[in-house]
């Protein structure tokens, strides 16, 4: 029990680094699955490559900070900063991709498909450790006043 003022909270057992992994694999697997069949449909309905990752990026961080906050991460700190910081992540994350698409795919021809799968698995470190590190931060238990 963690005492907070006048009420006591019980502590939850904080999820291993592991545990944590395969809960994000999980959501990450079901959003960037969903995420990729539905970038080859639009692009093969005549959407610019680069159009159909913008669109389908905002959605996925809005979906991805649901999950992740709620069941990967157990965060009960501030959910507005938590989501500030959340989007700030991918914000970088979507420069990152464009840049890559960019280079990649319009400079050095490489087919769009397989960059895009590429970049799914570089960025889902990324996402990962900042998330764990950064946007969903635990608090210390002396900052809980323990």
């Known amino acids: 029990m963690v005492h907070l003022g006048l009420a006591y909270v019980a502590a939850k057992k904080p999820m291993s680094s592991f545990a944590q992994m395969l809960r ?3 959501v990450g697997l079901a959003s960037n699955a969903l995420g990729y069949v539905l970038y080859i ?3 093969a309905l005549g959407m610019a490559p680069k159009l159909a990752m913008s669109l389908l990026y905002m959605v ?13 991460f157990r965060y009960s700190g501030q959910g507005r900063s938590a989501f500030r910081r ?3 992540l991918y914000a970088v994350g979507y420069g990152v991709n464009l ?15 397989w960059v895009m799968a590429g970049l799914v698995v570089l960025m889902a ?5 900042g998330q764990k590190f950064w946007v969903f931060r635990q608090p210390s238990a002396a900052k809980l006043g323990g």
Request: glycine residues 8%; positive net charge.
């Open 24 to 26: 994000y694999g999980v």
């Open 41 to 43: 449909g639009l692009t």
């Open 60 to 72: 996925g961080v809005l979906q991805t900070f649901v999950f992740n906050k709620s069941w990967t």
């Open 86 to 88: 959340h989007v700030l």
């Open 99 to 113: 840049l890559l698409m960019a280079v990649l795919v319009d400079t050095l021809r490489w087919p769009h498909q």
């Open 125 to 129: 470190a990324f996402f990962f450790v």
